[in-house]
């Protein structure tokens, strides 16, 4: 047993958290449909695309759904920069429907166009689009679903069907020409949008925004800060007073809290798998819009608070909640390094458990770098979007802990048409159609969105 690990027990058995190991990579797939049917190694080597957008397994095809710069078909501007965390959502006749996110900041070059009843602040270049596909996956329509927003990086779906944009930023007004505070979440419908408009989700926290996810039992929302510097954020969860209460119904309010594993301020250090802390306390947020000082940096009592580098991707599986950190560095003040975590929280036990982690020491090793946003493939398996340096894949990742490449993303030139320095795309977003049939995913500049379609296994 590692010193690492020693202190960390330790600490909790002084305070009766209550560790054990279980060293459970299947238990990131426990309880759902797909637990029954995950074991398979892969599709094969990836193939280069003639074409040099998306490399794939031999038997798979890509459709380009929509490129950074074309014009939407609702003639309101240019589609606009930066394509990150997207949803789809089944509609009648065999139509899918996708939500997406704008990671604009200021100096985006193609901001998300302001349409009158959907802007929150002008001077915001962030927002979504909205796709409309036919059951042949051809592009019905695309037009604006929410403008004037900032740096709008992941989020997730609601059990109503609408999608939860977070923005990844704590700029006020006043900061970088913004008019308005920023750091919220927002509603967006994904075929009338003007139905949810640009309404700030403020009692559910003014803070950089990563990723949510719904318990579809309880209503409870969880979500991720993504820090990237010390001090690290946090996970929280949001109480609504309107529990399920379908479109809008966040709006009403309700309690933020913020994640206290007890007598572990980081959890960088924990890099066993199957790692499981019991007793996980939930404090209240003493300022959830944040008018002073971060939420990250507030009192939480003599208990303090849990941190963690780089919360990125959640997501709900079967009665759990899960959760990346994608890396953590000692040089940026994490505890301890590691190359990705994927943690587990379950409600009914208040459970807290390291399912994954990523790296060269470990058995699950992603041949690139660090996870950013996930989700289960319908078929069985996790499908984890790289977030690194170099080329830039979608992995798939057995229950057994192999590792696969799904995608592989080309090299992105300059304008002179060749590249001095190689730089990559990462991807984002990636997400299933309701059948199965089809895996969406973005890559993040120049922002494209894919259809990838092939012999999906089950």
């Given at each position: 047993m590692s010193a690492t690990r020693r202190q960390v027990l330790a600490r909790a058995s002084a305070l009766g958290a209550g560790i054990a190991f279980t060293g459970a990579l299947s238990e990131l797939f426990a309880g759902t449909a797909a637990?029954?049917?995950l074991g398979h190694t892969g599709y094969g080597p990836l193939v280069p695309d003639p074409h040099g957008l998306l490399d794939l397994p031999k038997g798979f095809r890509y459709t380009v759904l929509s490129r950074?710069?074309?014009?939407?078909?609702?003639?309101?501007?240019?589609?606009?920069?930066?394509?990150?965390g997207m949803a789809a959502f089944a509609g009648r006749g065999g139509r899918t429907h996708l939500v997406r996110n704008h990671e604009n900041r200021v100096t985006a070059p193609i901001p998300v166009p302001t349409v009158s009843g959907l802007t929150y602040d002008p001077a915001g270049k962030g927002g979504c689009t909205a796709l409309t596909l036919d059951a042949r996956r051809h592009v019905l329509s695309e037009r604006v679903a929410i403008a004037g927003t900032a740096?709008?990086?992941?989020?997730?779906?609601?059990?109503?069907?609408?999608?939860?944009?977070?923005?990844?930023?704590?700029?006020?007004?006043?900061?970088?020409?913004?008019?308005?505070?920023h750091g919220f979440i927002f509603e967006v419908h994904p075929t009338d949008p003007h139905r949810t408009g640009a309404v700030p989700l403020t009692a559910m926290g003014r803070f950089q925004h990563e990723a949510v996810a719904i318990d579809p039992r309880s209503g409870i929302v969880y979500e991720t800060e993504d820090a990237f510097l010390k001090p690290f954020g946090l996970f929280y969860r949001f109480l609504p007073d309107k529990p399920l209460g379908g479109v809008g119904s966040l709006r009403a309010g309700g309690r933020l809290q913020a994640m206290r594993v007890p007598g572990v301020p980081d959890l960088?250090?924990?890099?066993?798998?199957?790692?499981?802390?019991?007793?996980?306390?939930?404090?209240?947020v003493p300022d959830p819009l944040a008018a002073s000082t971060p939420t990250r940096l507030q009192d939480y009592g003599p208990g303090g608070i849990t941190h963690a580098q780089?919360?990125?991707?959640?997501?709900?599986?079967?009665?759990c909640v899960y959760f990346v950190s994608s890396f953590a560095r000692g040089a940026d003040g994490s505890a301890a390094d590691h190359y990705g975590q994927i943690w587990r929280y379950d409600p009914a036990r208040r459970r807290l458990t390291l399912v994954v982690v990523f790296g060269p020491d470990t058995d699950v090793q992603?041949?690139?770098?660090?996870?950013?946003?996930?989700c289960l493939a319908p078929g069985g398996g996790l499908?984890?979007?790289?977030?690194?340096?170099g080329a830039q894949h979608v992995f798939g990742v057995t229950r057994k802990g192999e590792v696969y490449p799904m995608a592989r993303g080309r090299q992105v030139l300059t304008a002179g048409g060749t590249a001095q320095e190689p730089e990559w795309g990462e991807f984002a977003g990636v997400t299933f159609s309701a059948d199965g049939e089809t895996m969406y995913v973005n890559c993040y500049t120049p922002?494209?969105?894919?259809?990838?379609?092939?012999?999906?296994?089950?």
């Open positions: 637990a029954q049917s950074e710069g074309d014009q939407l078909r609702s003639g309101e501007g240019r589609v606009p920069s930066n394509h990150d740096v709008n990086c992941a989020g997730g779906r609601t059990p109503w069907g609408t999608w939860l944009t977070c923005e990844e930023t704590e700029d006020k007004a006043g900061t970088n020409g913004y008019t308005k505070d960088s250090p924990v890099q066993e798998p199957g790692t499981r802390f019991d007793g996980i306390e939930w404090v209240d780089k919360l990125e991707g959640c997501y709900w599986g079967g009665s992603l041949p690139g770098e660090s996870p950013d946003n996930i499908m984890v979007c790289e977030d690194g340096n922002g494209t969105t894919f259809a990838v379609t092939g012999p999906w296994r089950g």
